[in-house]
């Protein structure tokens, strides 16, 4: 009897070593997981902007986009549309730019292949990646090399990421 009791006590002690030991690092590893998200991911924070335009007007026609709200960068990754011009070689450029910065384009992009027709219609469809910072206005601008009247619409694609 006096056997068993020992042999009782002394497992009971090396229960308790063992769990001084071993049980605080699975418990602190069970105690570390964390909820995370993906808080820049393209889907989350999805920006565009539909039937951007700017009607039959001389030489150069530019359009504001949306200001980059506080605490936000803006990336755009795609810019599609058309333009009607009078002639196949009036259309010069269509560019994309910082509003009261300096007036180099940030994409410069243009001269698209014509249809023949009265009113040339110019598709435009270019994957870029551009970012713009909180406070600032995107501007997209199509211009002429022949002072004539021209229309274009826009269709501006990308995303927004939080700023830290």
Known sequence: MKNRLLTLAGALALAAVLGKFYAVPALAQAARAALV?????????????????????????????????????????????????????????????????????????????????STYVCDFNQSVYVAFDAGQTPQFMGQVNDNSNFAWTATITGFMVDLP
């Not at 936000?72 to 795609?78: E, M, N, Q």
């Not at 560019?95 to 410069?108: E, G």
């Open 37 to 117: 998200q993906d808080r820049d991911s393209m889907a989350r924070n999805y920006y565009q902007t539909y039937n951007l335009n700017c009607g039959y007007a001389p030489g150069i026609c530019i359009t504001d986009l949306p200001v980059v709200p506080a605490g936000k960068r803006l990336i755009i990754t795609h810019i599609n549309g058309e333009t009607l011009t009078i002639s196949q070689t009036a259309l010069w450029r269509m560019s994309l730019w910082i509003k009261n910065q300096s007036q180099q384009a940030i994409v410069d992009f243009g001269l698209p292949h014509a249809t023949p027709s």
